[in-house]
């Protein structure tokens, strides 16, 4: 399955990218500056509230994600409706200002905290540099993605001359469309491949992030910060999550591959919390490995959320027949962009 091994392969990624980060964060060199702060310090009233924000962070992150793949229950919220547009336009805005307001100014704090070496950390903009990089190579992906996708549909339309359209519903089914409907050409196959990439690509940058925020919660005993996270990242994942449910549901998984990104979107944050109590005595978010590892991964995780949002959400939907023939449609979306963008960047201000 194509759509499949795309899916492993970010998964693998993320896998050596975090082994890395375990590898190289427990604590040496710590020195006396903690971004979790030293006023408020309670192990054990700080695992109360960790345990309530995994419990939490869970169900939240289940409801917005699972929101949109239960659209048949709730026609309103279909693919092809105007209020879906809307809520999609406001979660585009939520990941547009987690990437500019939340894990880009981490990237900085880690990576311009005064733990590191001045040489070379003060002296080069890095944050900037790694999410650039990683905005290009998001475009990669996505561009050689299409392409070779495109090269298989277009070979499919002309086997299919002779095969009376079986080829090229196989070809789709082979993606993981499994309607099998007959009535599909290739513009339709190369839209639909396009969503999946979309939705791959988008869940990759959101479980990069998630899991070292839940690392770092996890690892903190302040529980007055880790109080007002839990409701931050509730919001966050809530209308995160429908974001990443619409692409889903656009995208036409079946089943199985639905099961397994709603899975690791709503247990990534939970499972970094979990990870990080257990690691607490050993891991120092102060450390400067693990600075330079939390940084550059959210820098990564910026610089990749960024562009889906900016180019293959916002720019895509924006610039499509349906908001360009419908001015009033145009307007609200807009708004709730906005909105979404705005109330997660209120957000930043406890999170």
């Known amino acids: 399955m194509a759509s499949s091994s795309f899916n492993l392969k970010i998964t693998l990624s993320i896998t050596v990218l975090l082994i890395l980060f375990f590898?190289?964060?427990?604590?040496?060199?710590?020195?006396?500056q903690s971004k979790y702060g030293e006023g408020c310090r309670d192990r054990a009233k700080a695992l109360k509230f960790k345990i309530i924000a995994i419990g939490c962070i869970l169900i939240t992150s289940m409801i917005g994600v699972c929101?949109?793949?239960?659209?048949?229950?709730?026609?309103?919220?279909?693919?092809?409706?105007?209020?879906?547009?809307?809520?999609?336009?406001?979660?585009?805005?939520?990941?547009?200002?987690?990437g500019y307001m939340?894990?880009?100014?981490?990237?900085?704090?880690?990576?311009?905290?005064?733990?590191?070496?001045?040489?070379?950390?003060?002296?080069?903009?890095?944050?900037?540099?790694?999410?650039?990089v990683a905005a290009i190579f998001t475009l990669m992906v996505d561009s050689f993605s299409i392409s070779f996708f495109r090269k298989k549909l277009s070979n499919t339309d002309v086997e299919d001359s002779d095969f009376n359209g079986n080829n090229q519903v196989?070809?789709?089914?082979?993606?993981?469309?499994?309607?099998?409907?007959?009535?599909?050409?290739?513009?339709?196959?190369?839209?639909?491949?396009?969503?999946?990439?979309?939705?791959?690509?988008?869940?990759?940058g959101i479980v990069v992030h998630s899991v070292v925020i839940g690392l770092s919660m996890g690892a903190s005993d302040n529980p007055c910060t880790i109080r007002p996270l839990i409701a931050a990242l509730c919001f966050h994942q809530l209308f995160?999550?429908?974001?990443?449910?619409?692409?889903?549901?656009?995208?036409?998984?079946?089943?199985?591959?639905?099961?397994?990104?709603?899975?690791?979107?709503?247990?990534?944050?939970?499972?970094?919390?979990?990870?990080?109590?257990?690691?607490?005595?050993?891991?120092?978010?102060?450390?400067?490995?693990?600075?330079?590892?939390?940084?550059?991964?959210?820098a990564v995780s910026a610089g990749l959320l960024n562009y889906m949002a900016l180019v293959d959400l916002l720019a895509a939907e924006f610039m499509g027949?349906?908001?360009q023939g419908n001015l009033k449609l145009q307007s609200l979306s807009y708004i709730a962009v906005l909105l979404g963008a705005g109330g997660m960047a209120l957000m930043a201000k406890w999170a």
């Open 23 to 32: 590898a190289v964060s427990p604590a040496n060199g710590e020195c006396d």
């Open 67 to 98: 929101l949109p793949l239960f659209s048949r229950f709730l026609p309103a919220l279909q693919p092809d409706r105007d209020l879906f547009v809307v809520v999609k336009a406001f979660a585009s805005g939520v990941i547009l200002a987690t």
């Open 102 to 132: 939340h894990v880009l100014p981490d990237s900085f704090d880690d990576l311009r905290s005064e733990c590191l070496p001045k040489d070379p950390w003060h002296k080069f903009p890095f944050t900037t540099f790694i999410a650039m």
């Open 170 to 204: 196989k070809e789709l089914e082979q993606f993981g469309h499994g309607h099998g409907h007959g009535h599909f050409n290739s513009k339709d196959g190369q839209q639909l491949l396009r969503y999946r990439v979309v939705a791959q690509v988008l869940e990759a």
């Open 240 to 298: 995160e999550g429908m974001g990443l449910g619409g692409s889903i549901l656009q995208a036409e998984y079946g089943l199985r591959m639905k099961t397994i990104m709603v899975f690791f979107f709503s247990t990534t944050t939970p499972f970094g919390i979990v990870l990080g109590i257990g690691l607490s005595k050993v891991y120092s978010d102060t450390s400067p490995s693990s600075l330079i590892v939390e940084g550059i991964l959210n």
């Open 321 to 323: 027949p349906k908001l």
